[in-house]
């Protein structure tokens, strides 16, 4: 029965994580408190291996030519999806429903960030007809989730020395904040940099003709050392290591060449497989070896284990479905505002790159509740914020941390389920549009190329037949 839930993907959502949220409520503590705790532990550190492989999965796949070009907008949406949904927490829990100010902030704080776990398998999985990470929207959405991830590190470690505060602890509250922040602004920037500078010309240059001798098996050694590399240098300098997860994939796509000559430049990975002087892509061996025991175990373990943490039996009271109902309808309108950056950045900037006409607001509603449903998949991060502040601090209530479960829980599901429908029925336009998929530079580049070549040979062609 629980293989049948784990494997379980919704037809209408394509999110496949309801299944095993379900599994965990069932199986784990909150409810029949079947499993052991040893076993629920063990079931969690592999589900967190899951989860850091689905965003390096990410990383790997994400397109950094429109993460630059869409940076600003990102930020706009990101600030937006932290501080509307503390706002509006303010406006019903602190005057509304009487809860207290500190508790307000913190369940507003696990209420305001985005699972870039959760958000990564939404994307993933939502359609097999349109790849959402090669997409514009998708590209925005990756970003946001990514800034969403490192403020709810950054307020969790706030969160969890709040108690030592009212205990009279001396807590540099300062560094505390700066901490994450500075070391997560210090690894974007210098990621980029170093790889653009110094290991990709390095790469290119001495190291990855020689792949093409061992094809995947060098693939996989140099993608286990350097995510192993960035996991590590993140725990070390205090950001989040999901954070340098992703700055891993993102590393590894840039540092082969993109020359149509290059190693890692193939049709498909039979084609790196086969040929002496070609090589598999990363992607292409994650594809391989990594992808079906992520989709299969690990990342409905993962989900499972949100279900472990979900006080099932105690939410079932009046006042906490009230509660919970309402604020969730509050915390779904707060996250979906997000998406109201697509149509004014429409109107702000004009026609986008390969698309000539300006887009109407008709063309940009599916793009622009895409971007916003899916913001609102939180999950993890949300429920370990809460957590944090109901064990940690004298400042949540038992109501209070009822209330946020209730909307985390709610908005893990509806978020995905919504996603899911858009992309069903709208898909095709959202992928087609401005804010679909479009060609990277290096692409464009080639095409010129080629088209080029092709002009020139019929010149030569026609020149040579008149003579």
Known sequence: MAGSFLAYEEPSSKAGIIGPIIVGISYGMPL???LLEVWQETFLAIGYIGLILIIFEGGLTSRMDLLKQNF???MLAATTGVLVPIGLSYLLLFLGFGYGA??????????????????????GGASKDIDLSQTRVGTVLVSAAVIDDVSGL???SVIHDLGSISGGADVNLGWLIGRPILASVLMAALTPLLCKYCFAPLFRRYIEHHFARFDHLSNVVLMVLVLCAFISIAAFAGTSVLFGAFLAGSFLTYLPSKHPEGPFVVYSREHGEQNEDKSPTFVHTFEKYFSDVQKYLMEPLFFASIGFAIPFVDLWTGSAIWHGVVYTLLMLLAKVVVGIWVPVWDIATGPSKGHPSKPSLSQSLPSAGLLGFAMVARGEIGLLIVEIGYNSTPYVSDAGFYTAVWAILLNTVIGPMVVGLLIKFRGKSIGEGAWGIQNSDESEAQEKSEASSRDQALEEGLEGSAQ
Do not use: P, R
Not at 109 to 120: D, K
């Open 32 to 34: 029949a408190d079947i």
């Open 72 to 74: 600003v907008l990102s």
């Open 102 to 123: 500190v508790e307000t902030f913190i369940i507003g704080a696990a209420l305001s960030t985005t699972s870039l776990g959760t958000t990564f398998a939404v994307i």
């Open 154 to 156: 950054v307020m969790s």
